[in-house]
């Protein structure tokens, strides 16, 4: 059921979607599609993460010290990457501690600053919801070919200027 829910909203045109059809103008339309596409994700992905005691910038905090590995990585340059920049770091930080996701010493040669890196655990962790968030690239992919993806992204870089 779930799925053809999943199905329904993908195929769906926003005007459709939202129960309006009138927008002052393309950009007006674009930019509600964007909204509402960019919850959408974001609601689909918090059900997987709901299932690990994770919110999608735990996830993202999580990916970018696995990708620094084996090396430590200070907090300022977890903030430099963040898709979501607004949210607190420390806070993060001290919930994936708190969870034994990460770790978190002294930088041998700076000890104002602290080092990050990924417990056994975090690894674990991210590597379950690689899973099912996988599932949901797949759906994805179902509806957008290699091409379309190519051209939808460099759109949205282009939209940012």
């Given at each position: 059921m779930q799925q053809i829910l999943l199905l329904y909203i993908c195929i769906m045109k926003i005007e459709n979607a939202i129960k309006q059809s009138r927008f002052t103008s393309s950009y007006h339309k674009v930019l509600v599609n964007l909204i509402y596409t960019g919850n959408w994700v974001r609601d689909e992905q918090m059900k997987v993460f709901r299932q690990f005691d994770l919110l999608p910038q735990h996830y993202n905090g999580l990916r970018i010290i696995k990708g620094h590995m084996p090396a430590p990585i200070a907090p300022k340059d977890i903030k430099e990457v963040l898709i979501d920049k607004a949210g607190d770091l420390t806070r993060l930080l001290?919930?994936?501690?708190?969870?034994?996701?990460?770790?978190?010493?002294?930088?041998?040669?700076?000890?104002?600053?602290?080092?990050?890196?990924?417990?056994?655990?975090?690894?674990?962790?991210?590597e379950q919801v690689q899973q099912p968030l996988?599932?949901?690239?797949?759906?994805?992919?179902?509806?957008?070919s290699d091409d379309q993806a190519e051209t939808l992204s460099d759109l949205l870089d282009q939209l940012r200027g």
């Open positions: 001290d919930k994936l501690e708190k969870n034994g996701l990460i770790k978190r010493n002294l930088c041998p040669s700076n000890r104002r600053q602290m080092d990050i890196s990924m417990t056994d655990k975090g690894i674990r962790t991210l996988q599932v949901f690239t797949d759906m994805i992919q179902k509806h957008l």
